[in-house]
């Protein structure tokens, strides 16, 4: 056997399976980029990755049908900007396949109420939408394990507010297993040390979200540079006026996390370069850094989407490999649960 050969060979037996998704459910803003895309990029190089966009899971909460279709195709324009490469990284879309909501449907009816009830997500979201919170927002983190538990998933790269949902992932696999016989590979959350949690610029004691009521919460990847130095200039801090990382300051400490992570310097760096310098300096050499990080991004997103037909193409083959895929573990699943009728 050739040497290279040989080492391909060993570096695939060691290679983990990784997989990432997001909901098309807006623009995606720097906290979905700091905790899921760039670790995301980062794990492809050694590791098998799959990455989708979650349509189903957006649908959760009201959306317009042709927005949809629009941010589906921006998060994929997207996550190719980023450096997705879809020759090493199986990118596709979640609806097209269909063993997603199979599988969720069979894990629904192992999972117990309490379980769900307990998802801090959820019980923030329903304290928003009252009444119209729908069965599909409850029962979302099923539809979430079932996209994990599919691939055979070994490491799941999240931010902090997903890792609940991919320990409710472990504990179904381990019940399944438990009681079916060994079916799934039992799940690790893997969440980055600094910048797992990007605070809403509007309110730092609540996290980024894209759907946040107020566009001055997040800082979508596509706004324009008079767009980002607003949002920036008028982020929330407090009054002692020093440059810190310091988690009982969660206005300025957000600030000086997301300068660290898109300038790749330390938070103690930007420390001490801002020792005798007020918010509004700082604040305006973000704004600089961000816009500087964002331009070349947006340009790589529009020519992806200036060739829609492409990105469909990429997708329709990503999701045609995921349902091969995902089709040899429902078999099993089916098997293992008894609604098979086959024997062989
Ligand atoms: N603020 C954040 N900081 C760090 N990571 C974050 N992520 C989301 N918000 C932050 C991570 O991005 C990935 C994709 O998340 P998602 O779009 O599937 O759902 P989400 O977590 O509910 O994100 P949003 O922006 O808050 O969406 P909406 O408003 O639609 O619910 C996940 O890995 C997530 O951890």
Same mark, same amino acid.
């Given at each position: 056997?050739?040497?290279?050969t040989w080492r391909?060979?060993?570096?695939?037996?060691?290679m983990s399976k990784v997989l990432t998704a997001i909901q098309p459910s807006g623009i995606l803003h720097i906290g979905n980029y700091i905790g899921a895309i760039e670790p995301?990029?980062?794990?492809?190089?050694?590791?098998?990755?799959?990455?989708?966009?979650v349509d189903y899971h957006a649908i959760t909460v009201p959306q317009k049908p042709e927005e949809l279709r629009k941010n589906i195709l921006t998060a994929t324009a997207t996550y190719l900007a980023c450096g997705i490469d879809p020759k090493k990284t199986l990118l596709f879309q979640q609806s097209q396949v269909p063993q997603h909501t199979e599988l969720a449907w069979i894990l629904n009816c192992t999972a117990r109420m309490g379980e769900l009830e307990r998802m801090t997500q959820f019980k923030d979201k329903t304290r928003v939408r009252g009444e119209t919170t729908t069965v599909g927002l409850f029962d979302y983190p099923i539809l979430m394990a079932a996209d994990i538990l599919l691939y055979d998933t070994a +490491?799941?790269?999240?931010? &902090?507010?997903?890792?609940?949902?991919?320990?409710l992932a472990r504990d179904l696999a381990i019940r399944f297993n438990r009681d079916f016989g060994e079916t799934f590979v039992v799940p690790q959350p893997k969440i980055r040390e600094v910048g797992a949690r990007i605070m809403g610029l509007d309110d730092p004691t609540k996290k980024m979200s894209?759907?946040?009521?107020?566009?001055?919460n997040y800082l979508s990847l596509l706004d324009d540079p008079e767009t980002i130095r607003k949002k920036i200039m008028?982020?929330?801090?407090?009054?002692?006026?020093?440059v810190a990382f310091d988690e009982t300051r969660p206005g300025i400490s957000n600030l000086v996390t997301i300068f660290s992570i898109i300038t790749k310097q330390t938070p103690e760096q930007i420390e001490l370069d801002y020792i005798g310098k007020g918010y509004g300096d700082f604040k305006k050499d973000l704004a600089e850094a961000l816009t500087l990080f964002?331009?070349?991004?947006?340009?790589? +997103?529009?020519?992806?989407? &200036?060739?829609?037909?492409?990105?469909i193409k990429i997708l329709n083959a990503g999701s045609t490999r995921a349902r091969e895929e995902a089709e040899k573990k429902m078999e099993v699943v089916r098997k293992r649960v008894g609604v098979c009728l086959n024997q062989d």
């Open positions: 056997m050739r040497l290279d391909l060979e060993l570096k695939t037996a060691f995301a990029v980062e794990s492809q190089r050694d590791n098998e990755l799959r990455m989708f966009v +490491i799941v790269p999240v931010g &902090e507010d997903q890792k609940q949902h991919v320990e894209k759907s946040a009521s107020s566009p001055k008028s982020a929330v801090t407090d009054n002692e006026g020093k964002l331009l070349p991004l947006q340009a790589k +997103i529009k020519t992806y989407l &200036e060739h829609e037909d492409e990105l």
